[in-house]
């Protein structure tokens, strides 16, 4: 078997060094199936092509074929990759030709080890979905820039099956209204059916890819390969528990799920400058919370009838251990109840990752066996 792998990863790169195409029926063959990408759970690989402190070694290093192996053992069908414009791209628009060396190296290792993958442009210079100003918005150059990143990307990934590969054309976009999402995703999917009629594009509603603007969102017709996507982090206050980046990170008392985040009692005992920053904290959740929470994506995806994915989910370890899990189980079992494909955030981080980022940082056992058991 190790023989056979190595030869044809050597066939594949080659391949990829002349950027030859091979027939989409016979990726399908090799892949098993009848060309259909099928998702159903994934993990995200953050901070490797995106929001990454990585670089050189230290990034080649972070995300290797070992990492595909053992996702795939694991029964994880795919994963999700971030990337960021200035990840790949300079200043002056021209390629970074070492990180599109690593993305089609970790297409290689997801090709050889049947992992499909969910390529999302994450963060532009013009678009950060925190940020206070988004040109992306304002300004027909940086919208313009914005295509051409889908026509090189396309251009770049296109030799790939799309029974392995679909692209996600922009993570939780944040417009001032759902229109100009609208209008700029109309453009993007439109650039990428110039040469890939038959890629699964991926696609959320404005609004940070909430599941309550999912009315608003516009859906091209008569489209057979588009998913449809949101993300979920409710309740807040649990989920980034502490989280240095949020405005409720100077609450360090307890939280809990299910029921009520923080209790009544506990929401009385605090300052008034830090219960007011807790909205909602005393809402019940529960699995039948999250399920009725759901109900907006789910009536458009039958509606449409439409596959949904659950692109991002997850919990910061700094949530009481039995709580976290319990939070985990309960969103699992509901989004997989309503066959609704998921991929949870994230991978290798220090806060809601699986695993740590040190190079001897071991798994959360509990929780790889909450998400795959």
């Known amino acids: 078997m190790m023989i056979r792998n190595a030869v044809i990863y050597f066939f594949f790169t080659c391949m990829l060094l002349s950027n030859l195409l091979l027939p989409t029926a016979l990726w399908a063959q090799k892949k098993g199936n009848d060309g259909r990408l099928v998702l159903k759970r994934g993990i995200n690989i953050s901070h490797w092509l995106s929001q990454s402190r990585h670089f050189g070694r230290d990034r080649a290093t972070f995300f290797t074929e070992k990492d595909v192996i053992f996702l795939k053992q694991h029964g994880f069908d795919h994963i999700r990759l971030p990337v960021d414009e200035d990840q790949l791209w300079e200043q002056d628009h021209s390629k970074k030709r070492a990180s599109f060396e690593l993305l089609h190296q970790a297409m290689q290792w997801c090709y050889l080890h049947h992992l499909n993958v969910v390529l999302d442009l994450h963060i532009l210079r013009s678009h950060y979905f925190d940020a206070t100003v988004k040109p992306l918005w304002t300004q027909p150059q940086a919208q313009d ?70 009315p608003e969102l516009k859906v091209p017709e008569a489209d057979p390969n588009i998913i449809l996507s949101f993300h979920y982090y409710n ?45 909602g904290a005393n809402k019940v959740y529960n699995a039948d919370t999250i399920q009725a929470q759901l109900q907006p994506a789910i009536r458009l ?29 309960d969103v699992r079992k509901v989004l997989e109840r309503n066959h609704i494909a998921w991929s949870t955030w994230d991978y290798k981080s220090n806060n809601f990752g699986l695993v740590g980022e040190g190079l001897d940082a071991e798994p959360d056992k509990d929780l790889l066996k909450a998400l795959t058991r």
């Open 145 to 214: 820039w914005f295509l051409e990143c889908w026509r090189e990307l396309s251009a770049e990934m296109k030799r790939y099956p799309v029974s392995m590969l679909a692209y996600e054309l922009l993570n939780e976009p944040v417009a001032d209204s759902a229109a100009q999402w609208n209008e700029l995703l109309a453009r993007g999917i439109a650039v990428i059916r110039e040469t890939e009629p038959r890629r699964v594009i991926v696609i959320g509603s404005n609004r940070w890819q909430s599941i309550t603007t999912f």
């Open 235 to 279: 309740p807040f206050v649990l989920t980034h528990h502490m989280a240095g980046w949020t405005r409720i990170r100077d609450y360090t008392g307890p939280v809990h799920y299910p029921g009520a985040t923080v209790t009544a009692k506990e929401l009385d005992a605090l300052p008034a400058t830090i219960r007011n920053l807790l909205y």
């Open 301 to 329: 995806s039958q509606r449409l009838d439409m596959p949904l994915y659950c692109g991002e989910w997850g919990c910061m370890n700094t949530v009481p251990h039995k709580d976290r899990l319990r939070w985990y189980k």
